[in-house]
């Protein structure tokens, strides 16, 4: 019976054993979902109304880009970010990407330089505001939509309000 360890002996034992488990188990649950660099899943997904889920690509001599995408039901809420460095910041590229949005174009002030929004509307299949914008040498595009028809969470006006917010934190990382 000497041998036999006591009680609160084998309790700090059994203690030990299960931390050292927990410690093991960690790293596993301890990893970064998304390496976004202009922003996390967190603030994507108040921004999308839900739990979205990120994804970054990024390739030589292309635009970098980082999407987040909450699906539910048949429908889907996505955050794109895109970013392309180019050699001539003040040329025609930023004027020809915002062409695009015709002369519903508004000028966003305070956000990077020359930042305009616009609304995207695809035949009602997808609902959703886009900023597009320059800080430095670098061109930014964020869009915020919707494929669900009323959304209640990505209403007109909460649009325009989300699309502020991804782009000043976009505008500000990229300084």
């Known amino acids: 019976m000497a041998n036999r360890p006591t009680l609160p002996r084998r309790f700090a034992q059994v203690g030990m054993i299960t931390a050292l488990l927990f410690l093991l188990a960690l790293p596993s649950r301890v990893h970064a979902m998304n390496n976004c660099p202009w922003m996390n899943e967190a603030t994507a997904s108040e921004l999308v109304g839900g739990d979205a889920t990120g994804a970054y690509i990024s390739a030589k001599d292309t635009p970098a880009v980082c999407t987040f995408t909450e699906h539910f039901g048949k429908d889907t809420r996505t955050l794109i970010i895109s970013v392309t460095t180019v050699t ?17 174009s508004a000028p966003l002030s305070a956000i990077g330089n020359e930042a305009a929004t616009c ?14 914008g320059r800080v430095r040498d670098q061109i930014f595009a964020i869009t915020i939509s919707t494929t669900m028809k009323n959304d209640p969470v990505l209403t007109d006006v909460l649009l325009k309000m989300k699309i502020g917010t991804a782009a000043e934190q976009v505008a500000g990382n990229l300084f």
């Open 88 to 104: 001539d910041p003040h040329g025609s590229f930023l004027s020809t990407l915002q062409s695009g949005c015709g002369s519903a």
């Open 119 to 132: 609304t995207i509307d695809r035949g009602k299949s997808i609902i959703g505001e886009k900023v597009l």
